[in-house]
């Protein structure tokens, strides 16, 4: 930032924001130097817990410390694992929906451009294909699935139902 930006910024009441942003952008570098310290000593406290015969052993603040470390460590790793593959898993759904909305938009121009020519080859009139999905709805607010038309109404179980036919 030139020296007017950030003279604006701080007249604006920016100087928290800039604050937090300067104070984010550390963090992560810390903690990439604080692991790597933590990694260096482990290894070496590893390789001298090795030379110690378990008769002897470690006193049992040193292994408090040491389960500490370890749970802290393991709770900052498999939450950030969480939300990393939370967050690729939203942006490929993201993707997937989008695509798939897009096909389906597509599908379904092609279908109202194809099905408004079509007429009923026996009397003349706008075929079945051609209704709005409302108004192929039948008595009980459903469509009939692919590949079938309903044809009126039945009884069923003393219930009125739409009598959904297969198409040949």
């Not at 292994?63 to 898993?89: C, G, P, R, W």
């Not at 989008?98 to 009923?120: I, N, P, R, V």
Request: proline share 1%.
């Amino acid at each position: 930032m030139r020296h007017n930006e950030i003279k604006k910024k701080v007249n604006e009441g920016g100087l928290a924001d800039m604050a937090q942003r300067v104070e984010q952008d550390h963090e992560v570098q810390m903690a990439r130097s604080d692991l790597y310290k933590l990694a260096k000593y482990s290894i070496k406290l590893h390789n001298m817990l090795a030379m110690i015969p378990e008769t002897k052993g470690i006193e049992g603040w040193q292994q408090a410390k040491i389960t500490k470390a370890a749970d802290y460590i393991s709770s900052v790793y498999h939450n950030l694992d969480y939300e990393m593959k939370f967050d690729q898993q939203q942006v490929a759904e993201k993707k997937k929906s989008s695509y798939k909305d897009g096909l389906s938009a597509m599908l379904e121009s092609k279908k109202k451009t194809e099905s408004k020519d079509e007429l009923c080859k026996e009397c003349g009139k706008p075929s079945w294909k051609t209704l709005d999905e409302e108004k192929q709805k039948g008595v009980d607010g459903k469509v009939c699935w692919k590949g079938y038309r309903r044809m009126g109404t039945k009884k069923k179980n003393g219930k009125t139902v739409d009598n959904c036919v297969k198409v040949d």
